[in-house]
C-alpha cells in the first residue's frame, strides 16, 4: 500500500474498557478503514457486527470460536512488557496507519483508564495523530503550542503530566499565564470562548480533554 494513503486512512482501535455508547465513537468505528481489536475487545465488535481488521495482543483473551473464526488476520505479540492497547499503536504505526482514534480505552478499571490517557503523548511521540473517545468527550495529547478547534462553552480540561510545563493559553474563560500544573485538577472545567483556542506550552506534554456537545 502507498504510503501516503495509509497515512491517512482513518484507522480505530478498539480497547478492551467499556464498549462505547455515545453517537461520536460509534460513529468513528463505522466510518473507519481500519478497525483494530486489542484481542480482548474482539467479542464486543464481532457483536456489534463489524469484521476486524487485525486482532492484536497476547492472544489470551480469545475463545475457540473467534481464533477461528479470525484466524488469517491474528497479530500474537507475547511482550509483558507493555499492553494491548499499545501493541495495537505499533501495529499501526509499522504499516504507516498514522491517523488513529482509540475508543473502549476507558470506563472500566480506573488504573487500567489512567495508564490507556496517560500513555497517548507516548503515541503521539512515536508518530501518531492520535485521540481518545470516550463516552462523554476527547482527550488529544498536545506535544507543543498549538490551536484546538473548538465552539463556545465547551468545557476543557488541561492535565500537565510534567508539573513544570508552563502554560498560557488564549480564549479560555480561566486564562493561563506562563504558568504550571502543579496538581492534575488545577487545569480542569475551563471553558472556550469560542470556536477555537491556543495553548502555548513550553517543556510539555499537555494531556487535554474536550467535551463533547
Not at 460509534?26 to 463489524?50: E, F, P, S
Not at 481464533?67 to 492497547?85: E, G, V
Not at 473548538?150 to 503530566?161: A, D, E, H, T
Request: charged share 20%; proline share 5%; net charge negative.
Amino acid at each position: 500500500m502507498d504510503q501516503q494513503l495509509s497515512a491517512v486512512l482513518k484507522t480505530v482501535i478498539v480497547a478492551n474498557g467499556k464498549f462505547p455508547e455515545h453517537d461520536i465513537p460509534l460513529k468513528a468505528l463505522a466510518d473507519a478503514d481500519i478497525v483494530v481489536c486489542c484481542d480482548g475487545a474482539t467479542l464486543n465488535v464481532d457483536r456489534y457486527g463489524i469484521t476486524p481488521s487485525a486482532i492484536v495482543g497476547d492472544l489470551d483473551s480469545l475463545t475457540a470460536e473467534l481464533c477461528l473464526k479470525y484466524a488469517d488476520r491474528l497479530f500474537h505479540d507475547p511482550d509483558q512488557n507493555t499492553n494491548d492497547l499499545t501493541k495495537a499503536v505499533k501495529w499501526c504505526l509499522a504499516r504507516d496507519y498514522c491517523d488513529i482514534t482509540i475508543i473502549g480505552a476507558t470506563g472500566l478499571r480506573e488504573d487500567h483508564a489512567l495508564g490507556n490517557i496517560g500513555l497517548l503523548p507516548l503515541y503521539a511521540r512515536m508518530g501518531a495523530k492520535i485521540r481518545m473517545h470516550t463516552d462523554t468527550g476527547l482527550f488529544v495529547p498536545l506535544l507543543k503550542s498549538a490551536s484546538l478547534g473548538s465552539f463556545k462553552g465547551q468545557q476543557v480540561s488541561i492535565f500537565s503530566p510534567n508539573n513544570k510545563t508552563l502554560i498560557t493559553t488564549t480564549n479560555l474563560k480561566y486564562p493561563l499565564n506562563n504558568q504550571s500544573l502543579d496538581e492534575y485538577w488545577n487545569g480542569t472545567l475551563n471553558e472556550s470562548l469560542g470556536d477555537s483556542f491556543y495553548l502555548e506550552v513550553e517543556h510539555g506534554p499537555l494531556i487535554l480533554f474536550l467535551k463533547f456537545p
